[in-house]
T-cell receptor
C-alpha cells in the first residue's frame, strides 16, 4: 500500500522568509503525488500535483515541489511566505482503484506565518 | 458558480438520530467521493461512486449508506448517529472514469456534523 509521511506537524515562519514543508512517500511504483491546502473552516484546494512529466512542479500562489525518487521525497517550498499562506497543508498519494482514485492523506502540517 | 456543493454546512443532532448530507457537482465529472476528517484533521476516504456505481467502499460502519441518484449527486445517509460520528465530511469529484492516478479531485466546502 502507498503512504505518505509529513515530517512536521507544525511549521512557523516569519512573513517574507522561505517555507519548507516536508513529505516522504512510500510506494512500490512511481506514485502520483499531490499537495492540498486547507484554510481554516474551508474545503481543500489543490496546490500542485506530480504526474511524472517533470520532477519540479509549480503550483498556485508561488508554491512548488520537487519529486526526488532517490530520497522518496516530495517537499513543498515557497521562496517568501505571506500571511495568507497560514493554513493546513496535506501531502497526498493517489492509488487508482476501479473507476476512481483512492487518495491517502498525510497527517497534515499546520503552517503559521508571523509578522 | 460553486463546483462542488454540500448541504448543510453545519449539522447538530442527537445520538440515535438519522441524518443525510447532500452533495452536488456541476463539473460534469464521472466520479464522486466521500471523505471524513476527524478532530485531529486526519482525512480518510469512505466511499467512491463512478457513474452511479459504488467502486470504493472502505471499512465504514454499515450505518453509513451512500446513494447516487445520478452522476452529479452523491448523498450520504447516516443511521443511528453516534458520538464518534462527529467530524467534518467532505464530498469530492474527479473527471476520469478509468481510475487515472493523476486525476485531480475537487472538494466541497465540508459539512461539520456534531452529535450530542
Amino acid at each position: 500500500a502507498q503512504s505518505v509521511t509529513q515530517l512536521d506537524s507544525h511549521v512557523s515562519v516569519s512573513e517574507g522568509t522561505p517555507v519548507l514543508l516536508r513529505c516522504n512517500y512510500s510506494s512500490s511504483y512511481s506514485p502520483s503525488l499531490f499537495w492540498y491546502v486547507q484554510h481554516p473552516n474551508k474545503g481543500l484546494q489543490l496546490l500542485l500535483k506530480y504526474t511524472s512529466a517533470a520532477t519540479l512542479v509549480k503550483g498556485i500562489n508561488g508554491f512548488e515541489a520537487e519529486f526526488k525518487k532517490s530520497e522518496t521525497s516530495f517537499h513543498l517550498t515557497k521562496p517568501s511566505a505571506h500571511m495568507s499562506d497560514a493554513a493546513e497543508y496535506f501531502c497526498v498519494v493517489s492509488d487508482p482503484q476501479g473507476g476512481g482514485n483512492k487518495l491517502t492523506f498525510g497527517t497534515g502540517t499546520q503552517l503559521k506565518v508571523e509578522l | 458558480d460553486t463546483a462542488v456543493s454540500q448541504t448543510p454546512k453545519y449539522l447538530v443532532t442527537q445520538m440515535g438520530n438519522d441524518k443525510s448530507i447532500k452533495c452536488e457537482q456541476n463539473l460534469g465529472h464521472d466520479t464522486m467521493y466521500w471523505y471524513k476528517q476527524d478532530s485531529k484533521k486526519f482525512l480518510k476516504i469512505m466511499f467512491s461512486y463512478n457513474n452511479k456505481e459504488l467502486i470504493i467502499n472502505e471499512t465504514v460502519p454499515n450505518r453509513f449508506s451512500p446513494k447516487s441518484p445520478d452522476k452529479a449527486h452523491l448523498n450520504l445517509h447516516i443511521n443511528s448517529l453516534e458520538l464518534g460520528d462527529s467530524a467534518v465530511y467532505f464530498c469530492a469529484s474527479s473527471q476520469a472514469g478509468g481510475g487515472v492516478s493523476t486525476d485531480t479531485q475537487y472538494f466541497g466546502p465540508g459539512t461539520r456534523l456534531t452529535v450530542l
